[in-house]
């Protein structure tokens, strides 16, 4: 089976997407941790953080995060959270980059 995120990307099931571009997509995680709790998505199938090679993707992703920080109005404080490997708690073998924040 594809995996959860490629099926995202793809149309093939649903998420609430905040943001999208030819090269990563941003929606809602479906069990947030934070009162916002968004996930920044490669569209490249790149299992993890330490499979990216890509620097200027590497960028990109950097600048979206803020783009949308500051969209949802949380640019002034807010955490990104990277799981990288079974061990470092990645359930989703698809490189994605937590975004949270909105605490009073
Ligand atoms: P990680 O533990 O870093 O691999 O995070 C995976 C995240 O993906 C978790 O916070 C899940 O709640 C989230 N997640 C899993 N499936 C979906 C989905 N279908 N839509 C949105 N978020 C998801
Ligand atoms: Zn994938």
């Known amino acids: 089976m594809k995996c959860i995120f490629c099926q995202i990307i793809n149309k093939e099931s649903p ?3 905040v943001f999208e571009n030819e ?3 941003v929606f809602k995680d ?17 299992k993890s953080l330490n499979k990216l090679e890509n620097k200027e993707l590497l960028f990109e992703i950097f600048l ?13 404080g ?3 959270i990277i799981s990288v490997g079974e061990k470092g708690g990645q359930e989703v073998d698809h490189l994605h980059f937590h975004l949270l924040g909105g605490w009073k």
């Open 15 to 17: 998420a609430d997407v």
């Open 23 to 25: 090269k990563i997509i």
């Open 30 to 46: 479906i069990n947030p941790k934070a009162p916002v709790h968004l996930l920044v998505v490669p569209k490249e199938h790149i």
């Open 64 to 76: 979206t995060i803020k783009k949308i920080a500051r969209k949802v109005g949380i640019l002034q």
């Open 78 to 80: 807010h955490q990104v």
